[in-house]
């Protein structure tokens, strides 16, 4: 069999020279409530709503085009007891629950589990009981036509999640439907976040 020389943008191995551009100041602590896909169009839609953007704005939407890979995984934790010694230090605490969370291990989901949780009913109800995920992390790899969209946080019942999206063309929107630049967005979040951390400081 002929090998394919092409390599594309996938998250276990990034081909030579491409480098994840990190998206944490504009997706971090944001909610994603919708994701769905479409075989026919190929396509994937996730909606996420942004804390530091104006109440009337608050969503932003990625549709990814020329979609070829959609993969999710969980995390399963050991299950061994973590025992903790009464009287034990903070670090040596945290130390142990660092040491107890490495036992665990990925796991592969279906896509479709995905979409069942966060899919087009999640959006028949009130928001407050929305399921969600809770961006902890977010990057983004580009290649030329071909990119992939890495989303990481916990779901509403804490489930750790990790997606994993591939396609040609990454679009975004706001609430109204206007075009949004994926730059831009990444400015608005820094700049929240360097005004954040002057608070903290000051």
């Known amino acids: ?20 551009d990190c998206l944490w100041t504009a997706l971090h602590d944001a909610r994603l409530f ?22 009337s704005g608050r969503t932003v939407t990625f549709r990814l085009e020329g979609v070829n890979s959609l993969r999710a995984t969980g995390l399963a934790p050991w299950t061994g007891r973590l025992v903790r010694p ?15 969370q490495a036992k665990g ?8 589990e995905i979409e069942t949780s966060l899919g087009p009913a999640n959006l028949s109800v009130s928001r407050d009981d929305r ?6 992390d977010a990057h983004i790899a580009r290649d030329g036509a071909a990119m992939t969209l890495h989303v990481q946080g916990s ?13 040609s063309n990454l679009a975004l929107s ?6 949004l ?13 360097d005004d954040f951390g002057r608070e903290k400081t000051d």
């Open 131 to 136: 399921n969600y995920l809770t961006v902890f």
């Open 1 to 20: 069999m002929e090998e394919n020389k092409e390599a594309t943008p996938d998250w276990v191995h990034l081909p030579t020279g491409v480098e994840a």
């Open 34 to 55: 919708f994701v769905a896909s479409d075989r026919l169009t190929r396509t994937a839609t996730l909606k996420f709503s942004i804390f530091y953007l104006k109440d």
């Open 105 to 112: 291990r990925e796991e592969t989901l279906s896509w479709s």
């Open 86 to 100: 009464w009287g034990i230090t903070r670090d040596k605490k945290e130390s142990l629950v660092a040491q107890y």
């Open 181 to 193: 630049d994926l730059e831009r967005l990444v400015a608005l979040g820094d700049a929240w976040w």
């Open 155 to 167: 779901l509403s019942d804490n489930p750790w999640r990790e997606l994993y999206l591939r396609g």
């Open 174 to 179: 706001d609430s109204s439907g206007k075009a």
